[in-house]
């Protein structure tokens, strides 16, 4: 054995010997430095292990330590099995100004801001590489996978694998085609900020984030996977007032938080899913029914929808209404949404009615849209319901419990009425922010921080609900003025639980009035807590069909679908008794309430419900709207940092005409992108 070992030696001695007499050079394990490719095509430092191999294609011979710069066009980079580690906050791999580059099968493993970097370069091919960050930290802030800067179009990104970076590939630049790469547990996975780009075939999973972030325009979006992330793939316009123009085709995403969201005119058909189910988007549609096996719903420009029955979960919007008109949103399930129901750019005269939303970031929310009738809908969210920059809309016998931030919020709306509904145990009950001319009667509030806070609400009436055991019954973050909190007597103000007063005449109104805050009071408090009933009637609804393969195209001559809305019945009148502490609507008398089970709701609701409530609305209100138009210029809200703001700011425009989303400005067909 010692003989053996004494024989291997010497003829490595020998080696060593000769190949150092001969010039031969010995790849050694690895090298640190930064390494430059130059114009001219030397290698600097010469001592880098690159090798120059037919005078176009450099290649590896050892692990790499550092960075490299290529600022030589029309060349392949290949790893050979070789890995690049980087040890700093700068560039894996940098190409500036240059084209025509391949950079092929390179492990890039360690500390970089950015594995492989594009900036001002064109033409350029990333293939088969392999970008995995190593911070001790897990995910670093600004650490990019695959970064292609502006003024860097055409370039090829493809069959590439990216892991626990913090954007996996984030393309700010045209012409693109990202196809068939793996993005695997980064904080954001692909992200486009360009224009006309084709985003096709690639797999992203496993985001903290979005898994595929599009926010440009005339994008191409196919047959990609988006799975177990927080979000799935999103569009998002850069200008809500222009049209994106983008195609989506065979996308599938499932078990994300949120699986879609998609913003403004794009051309989406049924072909891509959420957990399976086709994502629906219809333009110019009218007398039509949507299907129940839909997962994702938009309206654009449609007139007379239904929707009913369906359970819509864990996309940005459950459904997304934009200038959609008379149509009825009745009987479905909400839950895990962004937005559960979300209506805009002048959705007005609609029926939101007996929906259950759950577990959504905001149950529903109105904005720039008026006329509508929002009723006996259950919210339970982080964020249970807004209107905001509307008018005219009646929300009423809704139970809107068990919300963490807000129950109810009105903002910037005027001459809404805010009826009947059950607003209990949330941090701010009702929430009212540059509200005038409402009226606001027969709610109960209950068991929240704040009963109701205010800000800057004016001209509006407050009478007949009851505060019961609120933190703050009443609080005004910005001076109030003009508001009245009693309907007068007999009829009487508000219960309050904290009121301390007495009724010496037995009139069930208090002899002095109840205090809310210097300058504001409620001159007739009522001694007892109401009772409020509300039955709602059944009207028929269209049937519905399966979902189509596409989103369907406009007919011709459309069969009308009626969706009938009943009136009150004259027979049965509504009656507001402040002897008996009862608000009735279309019910008999309940049973009187008694003061240690204050403002009992019971709702008798059989289907969707188009209520009497409207008539003892009418007959609530003082003032008569002016005439004038119903949609507003936009306005801050002010609040607390703790209220956490779902509104918008921007006043959407009425979005543009066109026949159906299958009929875009471009053809799609032609505009199909593969790798």
Known sequence: MRRHIAVTLIFALMFFAVSGAAGIQV????????????????????????????DSIYAFTADIHNSIVVARSNIVVGGNGYTLYGQSLGD??????????????????????????????????????????SF?????????????????????????????????????????????NNVVDCSWGISIYGDDNCIYGNSVSSCDNTAITVNSFNDTVSMNTATDSHGGIIYCSPNSAVPGNSVFRGNHMSNNAYNFGCSGIN??????????????????QRDKVVPVDAGYIVLINCQNITVQNLNLSNNNEGILLEGTTNSTIVHNVFANNSYGISLS???????????????????????????????????????????????????????????????????SSRYDNVSA?????????????????????GNNITNNFYGIYMDSTSQTELFRNNFVNNNKQVYSYRPCSGNVWDDGYPSGGNYWSDYNGSDANGDGIGETPYIIDSGTQDRYPIISPFNVSITLTSPAYPTQTPAPTATPTPETNPTSTSVTTPTPS??????????????????PTPEQNTASQPAAFIFAATASAIAAIATKEAALRKKKQPNGSSTFANASHSFPETIASATKTEPPQQTKEKNSSSQNTKNSSNRFCRE
């Open 27 to 54: 790849a050694t394990s690895e090298y640190s430095g930064a390494i430059t490719i130059n114009d001219d095509g030397s290698v600097s430092p010469p001592s880098a292990p690159i090798s120059n191999a037919g």
């Open 92 to 133: 894996g791999i940098s190409l500036s100004g240059v084209t025509n580059v391949t950079v092929r099968n390179i492990a890039i493993e360690g500390q970089f801001e950015n594995g492989i970097h594009l900036d001002n370069s064109f033409g350029n091919t990333l293939i088969g590489n392999r970008i995995k960050n």
């Open 136 to 180: 001790a930290n897990g995910i670093a802030y600004g650490c990019f996978g695959m970064r292609i800067d502006p003024s860097s179009p055409n370039n090829k990104i493809s069959e590439n694998t990216v892991e626990n970076c913090y954007q996996g590939i984030y393309v700010y630049s045209s012409n693109n085609n990202i196809s068939t």
């Open 267 to 284: 051309d989406v058909d049924a072909s891509n899913t959420v957990n399976g189910k086709p994502v629906l988007i219809w333009m110019n």
């Open 345 to 411: 750019a002048n959705s007005n005269f609609n029926r939101i009615l007996e929906n259950t939303l759950t577990n959504n970031v905001l149950g529903m929310h109105s904005e720039y849209s008026s006329f509508n009738e929002i009723a006996a809908n259950k919210a339970n969210n982080l964020q249970g319901m807004s209107v905001d920059s509307s008018s005219n809309n009646s929300v009423y016998a809704n139970n809107i419990v068990n919300n963490k931030n807000y129950g109810l919020l009105l903002g």
């Open 421 to 441: 509904n059950n607003i209990t145990n949330s941090y701010y009950g009702l929430t009212t922010s540059m509200v005038s001319h409402s009226t606001f009667s």
């Open 570 to 587: 004259p027979t049965n009148s509504t009656t507001n008794n402040p002897e008996s502490n009862t608000i009735s609507f279309e019910t």
